[in-house]
């Protein structure tokens, strides 16, 4: 199973709205609504923030939200703060039964 | 509050075996799959196993197939992983995670870091 396929890095300014997205098959983000997004900062563990495609956890906020259409998914967040800083890791159920995660994002706020 | 400690991580020769251990409290773990996850140092993350409430159904990446093994004491509320064989890309952080469903990992404990070299 490969890995999902995300950017290496993307950036914003403080207030501005970037998106990271996530692109794998019909076997596995095109099969099922079962795309999730993780938040990870330097050696700390994973938070999620989003499951099933556009769903946010208690607590998370508002400002992130997700997407998908067909085999890409898609993780938004508005109104960026320097606590947004982070690497940011999409994952997905598959036709295995297994999971896959993608290769990670990092996130710079400039 | 939901508490994930794993422990049992550290520096051990090429060919050797490890045994991971996640001690959870806080909630009933004997109702959750569990899953473990590692990243390779300056990686991503890498879903290794997963393992449903009474141990009945286990799954795993294709590539750690035969040599790693996921299980759980329900009545230790805890949640290993064996390593057998141990390589140099063995090298991770290995973190136990609560699931959401069958797969999901939702809550995280902080990781313990297995060093594989000679």
């Known amino acids: 199973q490969s890995a999902l396929t995300q950017p290496a890095s993307v950036s914003g300014s403080p207030g501005q709205s970037i998106t990271i997205s996530c692109t794998g098959t019909s076997s596995d983000v095109g099969a099922y609504n079962f795309v999730a997004w993780y938040q990870q900062h330097p050696g700390k563990a994973p938070k999620l923030m989003i499951s099933d495609v556009s769903n946010r956890p208690s607590g998370v906020s508002n400002r992130f939200s997700g997407s998908k259409s067909g085999n890409t998914a898609s993780l938004t967040i508005s109104g960026l703060q320097a606590e947004d800083e982070a690497d940011y890791y999409c994952s997905s159920y598959t036709t295995s039964n297994l999971r896959v995660f993608g290769g990670g994002t990092k996130l710079t706020v400039l | 509050e939901v508490q994930l400690v794993e422990s049992g991580g550290g520096l051990v020769q090429p060919g050797g075996s490890l045994r991971l251990s996640c001690a959870a409290s806080?909630?009933?773990?004997?109702?959750?799959?569990m899953t473990w996850v590692r990243q390779a140092p300056g990686k991503g993350l890498e879903w290794v196993a997963s393992?449903?409430?009474?141990?009945?159904?286990?799954r795993y990446v294709g590539s750690v197939k035969g040599r790693l093994t996921i299980s759980r004491d329900n009545a230790k509320n805890s949640l290993y992983l064996q390593i057998n064989s141990l390589r140099a890309e063995d090298t991770a952080v290995y973190y136990c995670a609560r699931n959401r469903g069958s797969t999901l990992p939702e809550d995280w404990g902080q990781g313990t870091l297995v060093t594989v070299s000679s």
């Open positions: 393992i449903k409430e009474d141990g009945s159904e286990k």
């Open positions: 806080g909630f009933s773990f004997s109702t959750y799959w």
